[in-house]
């Protein structure tokens, strides 16, 4: 199984600052035939279920805000948030859908300085 | 709009089985792979089970393989998660999501809507 870590385990930001927060995989999630890497970023709030921001690594969703963006290729990615808002305070997971057992990260925790 | 309603969970004793169900609207159902994503009590995020648009690719997480069987209803616009000799450690909420293509083992593994979840405690 491709295992996903992610650091740090919380992060606390002023608004309108830079967060940053980075996953691994245990192997590379790079597909080389389409040159894609096949790692998606969620956002869960307190009570609600999980919302997709980011696939292929660096693709947002329809809707997304553009200060979300992702970035990262093999086994290293980082999603970042340009100018964080009250409402980005959440928990952010990696996932890998490279190959089966499909896995997520641990979690990072974002809140306000 | 896509709706993703999850029902059949509840408090359940070691060993017994449960069948959970999700019923999907606002979308073409038949077009679209389907998995059951968990989250126990304050953790993380896992995948259960998916399964391909005409249920030719199915799978599990090596937790339940054995244990849990996914169904689909086409006609009937539904997902089902089968659960037997239920444990502790399957107590969660068990969410169901659509993934963003018809099939599950071709790169689109990751999932674009989530229902609001069924809680599931197994404890005696």
């Known amino acids: 199984d491709i295992v996903m870590t992610q650091s740090p385990d919380s992060l606390a930001v002023s608004l309108g600052e830079r967060a940053t927060i980075n996953c691994k995989s245990s192997q590379s999630v790079l597909n080389s035939p389409n040159n894609k890497n096949y790692l998606a970023w969620y956002q869960q709030k307190p009570g609600q279920p999980p919302k997709v921001l980011i696939y292929w690594a660096s693709t947002r969703e329809s809707g997304v805000p553009d200060r979300f963006s992702g970035s990262g290729s093999g086994t290293d990615f980082t999603l970042t948030i340009s100018s964080l808002q009250a409402e980005d305070v959440a928990v952010y997971y990696c996932?890998?859908?490279?190959?089966?057992?499909?896995?997520f990260g641990p979690g990072t925790k974002v809140d306000i300085k | 709009e896509v709706q993703l309603v999850e029902s059949g969970g509840g408090l359940i004793q070691p060993g017994r089985s449960l069948r959970l169900s999700c019923a999907a609207s606002g979308f073409t159902f038949i077009d679209y792979a389907m998995h059951w994503v968990r989250q126990a009590p304050g953790k993380g995020l896992e995948w259960v089970s998916g399964?391909?648009?005409?249920?030719?690719?199915?799978a599990y997480a090596d937790s339940v393989k054995g244990r849990f069987t996914i169904s689909r209803d086409n006609a009937k616009n539904s997902l089902y998660l089968q659960m037997h000799s239920l444990r502790a450690e399957d107590t969660a909420l068990y969410y169901c999501a659509k993934g963003p293509a018809y099939d599950i083992l071709t790169g689109y593994g990751y999932f674009d809507y989530w229902g609001q979840g069924t809680q599931v405690t197994v404890s005696s």
């Open positions: 996932q890998q859908y490279y190959s089966i057992p499909f896995t």
């Open positions: 399964l391909s648009w005409n249920s030719g690719d199915i």
